[in-house]
């Protein structure tokens, strides 16, 4: 069985700073894609940013110049790094990967519980 564990969320004053980690665990084989999504109350859970195992990323233009993501493969791990955040990025944010479990020929999606982010004065 594989889990992913999201920390680092919490409350923060608008232009403030927070990094959000997620590790995964268990019978892995190989991660490729990890990526963090959010979803804001009353609202769909949109895609926030991606990072391959190569290390090329993506992110929505609503967060470009502002979050960071990165990726530890030795420690299964993808980070977050918001910068100059803003009350619309309150949401609680979701760690999604693609891991291989038996086969690298088939990668499974697994997701997190979440960590909340709130920007609040």
């Known amino acids: 069985q594989v889990q992913l564990v999201e920390s680092g969320g919490g409350l923060v004053q608008p232009g403030g700073s927070l990094r959000l980690s997620c590790t995964a665990s268990?019978?892995?084989?190989?991660?490729?894609?990890m990526r963090w999504y959010r979803q804001a109350p009353g609202k769909e859970r949109e895609l926030v940013a991606g990072?391959?195992?190569?290390?090329?990323?993506n992110y929505a233009d609503s967060v470009k110049g502002r979050f960071t993501i990165s990726r530890d493969n030795a420690k299964n791990t993808v980070y977050l790094q918001m910068n100059s955040l803003k009350p619309e990025d309150t949401a609680l944010y979701y760690c999604?990967?693609?891991?291989?479990?038996?086969?690298?020929?088939?990668?499974?999606?697994?997701w997190g519980r979440g960590t909340q982010v709130t920007v609040s004065s």
């Open positions: 990072v391959t195992g190569g290390g090329m990323t």
């Open positions: 999604n990967a693609g891991v291989a479990v038996t086969t690298a020929r088939r990668y499974d999606d697994y």
């Open positions: 268990g019978s892995i084989l190989s991660i490729n894609v």
